[in-house]
């Protein structure tokens, strides 16, 4: 089966600086695959190799298995929706849309149908004569993608596209680009540094850090197994605990650590006696019962209440911050400000990952 | 203007002598004077040439004034070298238009793809004829295609002109330039334009108001043009020239008949101009 | 030149290199070579050119330089353009001050288009304008002496008519780059120094003059250089007492027939307009680029 998008041991070098450092990944045809990295970590980089923008300084992007070097923007299958959406103001909607097929030559007649049959898809039926001044934020967005759809890419390319709108625009845009994605098939490789929108749209998901590629996973398993201190602490919230791996057995980790010795799944480069770090989430942690065995102890600071959840921030002796979710059922419960607690968690839903791999 | 004088008196009658008022508001009257003698200074000479050109006097004057007629622009439409210095101009203006505006243009262009370095001694090359007198620009014109066998006439005048029109247009391009955003040329190009398109469909029509406002002023620098001209005219006599030239073999109020029309080709242009810009800002702060 | 043929591909880039390349070789450069070259060599017959007397020499300069009425000329053309400058810097800053300041914007827009009337009408008109208000019994004498501040006509021609009729013509060149950079001045800054006690005349020699630095310099090289070159207005408005540089240059060509002396008065010309234009731009220390508007 052939992949749709497949990147072979990229490399990147501005100068002294390497932006992409050896990455390999292949996207599945029909997939909405995510980068998902803070801004500076290469994910823009990468787009624009695949685009053509770029040519890599070593390493191969093929696309539908053809290998893609020294072909330019205009020769691959891809469509880019920008940013800045770059849409043409001198133009008026319909032409935008049809941009890319005049660029192929089809008659003017047919480029202004096909406008309005891809207006209807974006639900904007009548808009083909309006200048791209008149149009909304979010119209703006649809006729990007329309634009896009228009050469019927094998891959489109998405640069957050979503970040210059309002926070509920762009949220009803998460949903509209998940639909448009189902209904065409054509596969999405979108970039962003807002992981609660890669998490939430995606097949799947690469997390970058300083150039280098971290995991490749689908959102539940990122959250869940993240292979990498950096992911670990990049995608959601989480607490790191410092510690030493003690024994490692049927899959759970033991360590001593300031508090004592707490278990863990292990993770990767976690090994007896090497030192390694225990990651566990807010949600995770629990108020312990006074007489378990293992637990975290720390002082309250203050507990916001966030409706389903209460969220309590609290030091550690060694002054490290911890932060559980508790649900708003136990919060009867919860200690008050000032006072000492003790969090416990099942081993189970806290990993343990080893700290050579270095954070980046 | 609101002027202080003018404001009602406050509620508790505070009693500003006389003379310190009238000294606080000397150095406003001063400025009035000024800007009142700026515009005579401006608009008198023009005045006195227009009116002239209605007075019977065979020298063009006010003074003394013999009676009103309109018989010089009769006289002034029936001028053949006028007209024959018109068209001169008008096919000067043309061939400058017709190089500078593309040679310019494509400076620009030039000049936005380069780095820092090269870009600023070439921009030191680009802007030097502005900045050289506009007789050693008509001289070393003449001094070149002498050598080569050419004397001066309409070719030497469109080329000594289009030397210097080409860094204005240069100029009006470049500054249109910097608020160009590339990624429309990316844009384009991922869509799968080639080059060729993306630069006629994309960047082109983006400079077109540059382009036609550069065409514009081209024109005007040309026909209004004498210094570099007066070198290469050969034997040509564009409109300047014959403005001049009058001076020397009889002035008649004919020529200000001339020039009135051409204040007053002036003054509509420039104020179409203004409406035409004013209705562009009123449409563009208003979207629907 | 490899980022323009990546912008534009091969065949459009190499048409715009072409086309800048034929301005610049041909149309900016050569010409200029051409007249060094010529000021450079003796006037000769065409029968000895190329032959034993057609050799480089300071000749033409040394001419210059020794024949007392030319100098004289030069010398007072450079002085002369320098007091045009002085003085449209003087008539124009206040406006432009007022302009970018002080106008409300619907009052500053109507006095620009004021001003551009008489800019758009070409320099020859606009010194023939003055050439008929300065005749001895035209309309100014009649004025001074209708109003008793003159008990009989006087000659306006001369110097002093060539200065009126150039800084009129030259205002617009002043005027505009000073206007353009004030008003990119914020006006907070003039009202702190004023809150902080400044005088008026602080205040434009501590904040205004320091910001519009480039504007003025850029007014100051292009009047001087328009003065320097102008041949319309000495011819109109001088007197034969009041001869300007390039009428003589114009003599040379035109009724001295010596070509190379003149392009050797020309190339004198040039050279001072390019040093005041330098020394100009380091004094303020502007640079080249933000002279053009």
Known sequence: MSHSVALERITMSFGATKAVDDVSFTVEPGEFFSILGPSGCGKTTILRMVAGFLAPSAGRVLIGDRDMAGLGPNQRPTAMIFQSLALFPLMPVWENIAFGLEARGVPRAKRRRRADELLELIALPGYGDRKIAELSGGQKQRVAIARALAVEPEVLLLDEPLSALDLKLRQHMRAELRAIQKRTGVTFLYITHDQSEALAMSDRVAVMSAGVLQQVAAPRTLYEDPETPFVARFVGETNAIPGTVAHVADGIAALDTAHGRLSARAGRGVAAGRAATLYVRPEALGIAAADAPSALGARVERLDFEGAFGLLHAVTADGAAVLAALPSTTLGAAPAAGEAVRFAFAPRDAIALGAAQGEA | ?288 | MGALTARFGAGLAGFFVLLVGFWLAGLVLAPNLMMIDFALRPNLLPADVGGPADVYSLDNLAYLAGEPVHRDIFFKTVWASALVMLATFVVCYPLAYWLAQTASPSAASLVVLALIVPFWINEVLRTLAWYILFAFRGPLNALLLGLGILDEPMRWYGDGGVLVGMVYAYILFMLFPIYNSIESLEKAQVEAARDLGASTWRIHTRIVIPHAKAGIATGCVFTFMLAAGSYVAPALLGAPGSRWFTQIIYNWFFEGGDWNRGAAYALVLLVLCLAVVLITLRVFRVSLTDVAK
Do not use: C
Not at chain 2, 63 to 72: Q, R, S, V
Not at chain 2, 111 to 121: G, I, Y
Not at chain 2, 163 to 185: G, K, N, P
């Open chain 2, 1 to 288: 203007m609101t002027d202080a004088v003018a404001l009602p008196p406050p509620a508790t009658p505070v009693r500003t002598p006389l003379a310190t008022r009238a000294a606080a508001a000397i150095p406003k009257i001063l400025f009035w004077i000024y800007v009142g003698a700026f515009f005579v200074y401006l608009f008198a000479p023009l005045v006195v040439m227009s009116a002239a050109a209605f007075n019977t006097s065979r020298f063009p004057t006010l003074t003394p004034w013999l009676g009103t007629t309109t018989d010089w622009f009769a006289q002034m439409a029936d001028d053949a070298a006028m007209w024959r210095a018109l068209w001169t101009s008008a096919l000067v203006a043309l061939g400058v238009v017709a190089i500078a505006v593309p040679v310019g243009t494509a400076a620009a262009l030039v000049l936005t793809s380069l780095h820092a370095r090269a870009r600023s001694v070439l921009y030191a090359l680009m802007v030097s004829p502005l900045l050289t007198p506009g007789v050693v620009i008509g001289i070393a014109t003449l001094v070149l295609w002498r050598q080569i066998g050419v004397g001066g006439g309409l070719l030497l005048i469109v080329l000594a002109q289009a030397s210097f029109i080409s860094a204005y247009v240069m100029l009006m391009v470049a500054a249109r330039l910097q608020r160009f955003d590339r990624t429309l040329e990316e844009a384009a190009l991922g869509l799968g334009a080639t080059k060729l398109m993306v630069f006629r469909r994309v960047l082109l029509p983006f400079l077109r108001p540059a382009l036609l406002a550069a065409a514009l002023l081209a024109t005007l620098q040309s026909v209004e043009n004498y210094n570099t001209t007066l070198f290469v005219r050969g034997f040509e006599t564009p409109l300047t020239v014959y403005i001049a030239t009058k001076v020397r073999t009889g002035l008649t109020p004919a020529v200000n008949a001339l020039a009135l029309v051409m204040i007053a080709i002036t003054i509509a242009g420039a104020l179409a101009w203004e409406i035409a810009r004013r209705l562009e800002a009123r449409r563009a702060a208003t979207p629907s």
